[in-house]
């Protein structure tokens, strides 16, 4: 009898304690309820924390977070598109390997084209990465050229004043990544563009004149040597309104759903300013006809005849 007894009790604790954890796994999947899936992904250490925390690894622990970077950006590609914490998540990764250089690049260019609106905090978001970028590789041409596009292409300037003060500052980025080694021809065309839009065509030419002794590809130097006569006798704004032109209908063909920005930025091949893979058909328009970028009026008949 007493056996049967104690059998009994430990069959009664038995159930008891199965009936508790029931009970406390239905009340955990009451109160996950409550928590984002993805609640983890928002979590993010400070970097003085992250830095004690890899015990020296830093390196290891940086890559550990640029996979926790893609996953988080992936998971806002496919959900809300707000991104949200992304540019917290890539600082991190650089705080842990300052010479970790895609997290730069891959975040300048994510930020605008991670799915969410690009607003002019977007834009200035982008350009720190970008800036950063610059003072630790300063010798990296895309840098400087993607900051510039940032200014003149993405950013809304509130004020004509705060728009010439982005154009001179892209001007001089242009002019500074169009001299660095394996920087693509086409940033000296987008330079040029740039002095013509804003009245400088003195500086401009000055500056063909410089490219023209520094370039050695033929075919470039014979461009520039254009470049510098059609400026000197003032029909330079036509024909690099016509080069603009090009470039543009090229990256359409090549990249129809991005901008020209991220087309200039993912390194196109550029044997003739635009992708090589790209076989269009030009027709070169009469200097006569093509209205000035700067101004908007055609030139004046009988002008830019004669051209070589």
């Given at each position: 009898?007493?056996?049967?007894l104690?059998?009994?009790?430990?069959?009664?604790?038995?159930?008891?304690?199965?009936?508790?954890m029931?009970?406390?796994?239905q009340?955990?999947h009451?109160?996950?309820?409550?928590?984002p899936?993805?609640?983890?992904?928002?979590y993010?250490?400070?970097?003085?924390?992250l830095?004690?925390?890899?015990?020296?690894?830093?390196?290891?622990?940086?890559?550990?977070?640029?996979?926790?970077t893609?996953?988080?950006?992936?998971?806002?590609?496919?959900g809300q598109?707000?991104?949200?914490?992304?540019?917290?998540?890539?600082?991190?990764?650089?705080?842990?390997?300052?010479s970790?250089e895609?997290?730069?690049q891959w975040?300048?260019?994510?930020?605008?084209?991670?799915?969410?609106?690009?607003?002019?905090?977007t834009?200035?978001?982008?350009n720190?990465?970008y800036?950063?970028?610059m003072?630790?590789?300063?010798?990296?041409?895309?840098?400087?050229?993607?900051?510039?596009?940032?200014?003149v292409?993405?950013?809304?300037?509130a004020?004509p004043?705060?728009?010439?003060?982005?154009?001179?500052?892209?001007?001089d980025?242009?002019r500074?990544?169009?001299?660095?080694?394996?920087?693509?021809?086409?940033?000296?065309?987008?330079?040029?563009?740039?002095?013509?839009?804003?009245?400088?065509?003195?500086?401009a030419?000055?500056?063909?004149?410089?490219?023209?002794?520094?370039?050695?590809?033929?075919?470039?130097?014979?461009?520039?040597?254009?470049r510098?006569?059609?400026?000197?006798?003032?029909?330079?704004?036509?024909?690099?309104?016509?080069?603009?032109?090009?470039?543009?209908?090229?990256y359409?063909q090549?990249?129809p759903y991005?901008?020209?920005?991220?087309?200039?930025?993912?390194?196109?091949r550029?044997?003739?300013?635009?992708?090589?893979g790209?076989?269009?058909?030009?027709?070169?328009?009469?200097?006569?006809?093509?209205?000035?970028?700067?101004?908007?009026?055609?030139?004046?008949?009988?002008q830019?005849?004669?051209?070589?």
């Amino acid at each position: 009898m007493y056996g049967f007894l104690k059998k009994l009790t430990w069959i009664s604790v038995w159930f008891a304690c199965f009936g508790l954890m029931l009970l406390s796994l239905q009340r955990l999947h009451a109160q996950r309820a409550f928590i984002p899936q993805n609640m983890d992904s928002f979590y993010l250490p400070s970097e003085k924390v992250l830095r004690v925390a890899s015990l020296g690894y830093r390196h290891m622990l940086a890559d550990l977070m640029w996979v926790k970077t893609l996953m988080y950006f992936g998971t806002e590609i496919n959900g809300q598109k707000r991104q949200t914490w992304l540019a917290a998540h890539v600082w991190r990764v650089i705080a842990l390997d300052p010479s970790f250089e895609l997290a730069y690049q891959w975040a300048g260019a994510a930020m605008l084209y991670g799915g969410r609106i690009i607003d002019n905090e977007t834009v200035l978001i982008s350009n720190e990465f970008y800036r950063a970028a610059m003072k630790k590789f300063p010798h990296n041409w895309r840098y400087p050229s993607a900051l510039a596009f940032n200014l003149v292409y993405e950013y809304k300037a509130a004020t004509p004043e705060e728009a010439e003060r982005n154009r001179e500052e892209a001007i001089d980025l242009f002019r500074e990544a169009s001299r660095m080694a394996g920087a693509p021809p086409y940033l000296k065309i987008f330079t040029i563009t740039q002095m013509t839009k804003a009245g400088m065509n003195k500086l401009a030419a000055e500056y063909v004149r410089e490219a023209y002794a520094s370039a050695q590809d033929e075919e470039e130097r014979t461009l520039l040597a254009r470049r510098l006569k059609d400026l000197d006798r003032g029909e330079g704004a036509a024909e690099l309104h016509w080069q603009q032109e090009r470039l543009t209908q090229e990256y359409s063909q090549a990249l129809p759903y991005g901008s020209l920005e991220l087309f200039l930025h993912l390194g196109p091949r550029t044997e003739r300013l635009g992708p090589g893979g790209v076989e269009l058909e030009y027709v070169k328009p009469n200097p006569a006809s093509v209205p000035d970028p700067v101004s908007g009026e055609a030139p004046v008949s009988g002008q830019g005849q004669g051209r070589p």
